[in-house]
T-cell receptor
Framework: GQSLEQPSEVTAVEGAIVQINCTYQ??????LSWYQQHDGGAPTFLSY????GLEETGRFSSFLSRSDSYGYLLLQELQMKDSASYFC???????????FGKGTTLSVSS | DAGITQSPRHKVTETGTPVTLRCHQT?????MYWYRQDPGHGLRLIHY???????DKGEVSDGYSVSRSKTEDFLLTLESATSSQTSVYFC??????????????FGPGTRLTVL
C-alpha cells in the first residue's frame, strides 16, 4: 500500500525558519506535493517535486530525495498567516488521485 | 480559482436518510475527485472520475456511490447516512498539464452532520 508520515504539530515564532518532514511508502512514484490548509478553508497547492533536489517558490521551498523516500517543506521568514495545516501527498498507484499524509499543524507565534 | 462549487455547503441530516452532494466545475476538466476530511485522518479519497460515466473507488468508498452524467457535475450519494459519515467533504479537479496531476484544485467543502 501507500502511506505518508509527517509530524502532527510544529511550533515556531515569527521570522523563524521551520522544516516539515515527510516520509512516504509507495509502489510507484509520480511526485511529492505539498498543500496548505487554513482553518475552515480548502487545501491549496504549494509545490511539487518530481526529481531530487530543492524547488523554491518565494519564502517556501520543497525538497525531495527519492532514494530515501523523503521530502520536506521549508518555510522561511515565518509570518502569522503561515499558521495552518500542511499536507504532503503522493499520486495514487491506481491513477491520478492523491494520497495525503495526516497533516502537520504549524502554529506561528509573535 | 478553478471554478469549482459545492452544494450544499452545510447539511444536517438524520441517520438512515439519503444525501446527495453536488460538485460543479465550469472548465470541463476530465478528472474529478471526492475526498473526506476528518480530524486525525487528513484527506481520504472516496471516489474519483476520469470522464463521463467513468468512475472508480477510492480508499474509503463503502457506503458511498457517485455519478457523473455530465462533464461539469460529479455527484456523491450517501444511500443511507450513518453517524460515521459526519465529515467535511471536498471535491477536487486536476489538470494533466499542471504537475502531472499532482496539482489539484479543491472546492470550498461541504460540512455534513449525521445525527
Amino acid at each position: 500500500g501507500q502511506s505518508l508520515e509527517q509530524p502532527s504539530e510544529v511550533t515556531a515564532v515569527e521570522g523563524a525558519i521551520v522544516q516539515i518532514n515527510c516520509t512516504y511508502q509507495t509502489s510507484g512514484f509520480y511526485g511529492l506535493s505539498w498543500y496548505q490548509q487554513h482553518d475552515g478553508g480548502a487545501p491549496t497547492f504549494l509545490s511539487y517535486n518530481a526529481l531530487d533536489g530543492l524547488e523554491e517558490t518565494g519564502r517556501f521551498s520543497s525538497f525531495l530525495s527519492r532514494s530515501d523516500s523523503y521530502g520536506y517543506l521549508l518555510l522561511q521568514e515565518l509570518q502569522m498567516k503561515d499558521s495552518a495545516s500542511y499536507f504532503c501527498a503522493v499520486r495514487s498507484q491506481a491513477g491520478t488521485a492523491l494520497i495525503f499524509g495526516k497533516g502537520t499543524t504549524l502554529s506561528v507565534s509573535s | 480559482d478553478a471554478g469549482i462549487t459545492q452544494s450544499p455547503r452545510h447539511k444536517v441530516t438524520e441517520t438512515g436518510t439519503p444525501v446527495t452532494l453536488r460538485c460543479h466545475q465550469t472548465e470541463n476538466h476530465r478528472y474529478m475527485y471526492w475526498y473526506r476530511q476528518d480530524p486525525g485522518h487528513g484527506l481520504r479519497l472516496i471516489h474519483y472520475s476520469y470522464g463521463v460515466k467513468d468512475t472508480d473507488k477510492g480508499e474509503v468508498s463503502d457506503g458511498y456511490s457517485v455519478s457523473r452524467s455530465k462533464t461539469e457535475d460529479f455527484l456523491l450519494t450517501l444511500e443511507s447516512a450513518t453517524s460515521s459519515q459526519t465529515s467535511v467533504y471536498f471535491c477536487a479537479i486536476s489538470v494533466s498539464e499542471l504537475a502531472e496531476y499532482n496539482e489539484q484544485f479543491f472546492g470550498p467543502g461541504t460540512r455534513l452532520t449525521v445525527l
